[in-house]
């Protein structure tokens, strides 16, 4: 699935390029895109409105428009948004969704298992700022987010700390792979108890977070399955990293071997040196 890197770079792409155009036309080609709305009235919402911004709330993009509403899409596990400077007839595979703007360019939405989405939000821009404060947690690149934060946000948990890095509603945009990264680097094992770190290990894993996922947007994010950026291209960060997918290497800090287990239903690598069990 992809997380806040990957969606970042199609947000970063995708800002160059459609702010300011007019949607001509709008084709709906899967109805369970747009659901609840029926196709015929999410292509009249939007047809002939004019794109102002992207935006990106943790792993979901916005794209608010000029009557005052917005197109708020998630690309969930397999979904692919891509530009294009003409229409998609170039064999885009499962296409779902196809805007075409005014300069002749075009955005398509395609995906292979059906579970990326398409909605509408609210003219009132208020009632839109509730929705997605309602829906994500704190961005973690963000300038609010600080150690002294993430040591609040962890205080009294209970539950192992992977699980609660996952949970949206916490901090925004982190998956599972992502979650392995920082964890490692931090030296911190992924069943520790979320409200157990020290500070010092708060500290870490602060750092950590953010370090991994900048690193990630530098390289516009890891083509592990099916992703590909706002332009169709892989990205490379699957290339950096040190231990998820790993499983049976040697740890590139200490040369232990990693190891693969199951945390919250999820494969998770780390190294049994590094990050001893608690």
């Not at 895109?33 to 939007?46: I, M």
């Not at 917005?70 to 229409?87: Q, V």
């Not at 699980?163 to 931090?186: H, K, R």
């Amino acid at each position: 699935m992809p997380e806040l890197p990957e969606v970042e770079t199609i947000r970063s792409q995708l800002s160059e390029r459609i702010p300011g155009r007019r949607i001509d036309t709008i084709a709906v080609y899967d109805e369970k895109t747009v659901s609840p709305l029926a196709p015929g009235e999410f292509e009249e919402a939007v047809t002939g409105q004019t794109i102002l911004a992207v935006n990106r709330y943790g792993k979901y993009l916005e794209f608010p428009l000029r009557s005052g509403s917005a197109i708020a899409l998630h690309l969930r596990m397999t979904g692919r948004l891509h530009w294009r400077p003409g229409s998609a007839d170039d064999g885009t595979r499962f296409l779902k969704l196809e805007l075409t703007f005014d300069d002749g360019s075009s955005l398509v939405f395609g995906d292979m298992r059906r579970f990326g989405r398409a909605w509408l939000l609210p003219e009132d821009g208020a009632a839109r700022r509730d929705y997605w404060a309602r829906k994500v947690g704190i961005e973690p690149l963000g300038a609010a987010f600080t150690a002294k934060v993430l040591e609040q946000v962890l205080d009294g948990r209970r539950g192992p700390i992977k699980p609660t890095l996952l949970n949206q509603s916490i901090v925004s945009g982190l998956g599972n792979m992502y979650v392995d990264e920082a964890l490692f680097q931090a030296k911190i094992h992924p069943l520790r108890r979320a409200g157990s770190l020290a500070t010092r290990e708060i500290i870490a894993l602060h750092r950590a977070m953010r370090d991994r996922l900048r690193v990630a947007v530098a390289h516009g994010g890891a083509s592990i399955d099916s992703y590909r950026d706002g332009l169709g291209q892989r990205g490379s960060m699957q290339d950096y990293l040190k231990v998820h997918l790993h499983e049976g290497e040697a740890c590139p800090r200490c040369g232990c071997v990693v190891v693969k287990t199951r945390v919250a239903q999820r494969g998770t690598y780390w190294c049994p040196t590094c990050q001893p069990e608690p």
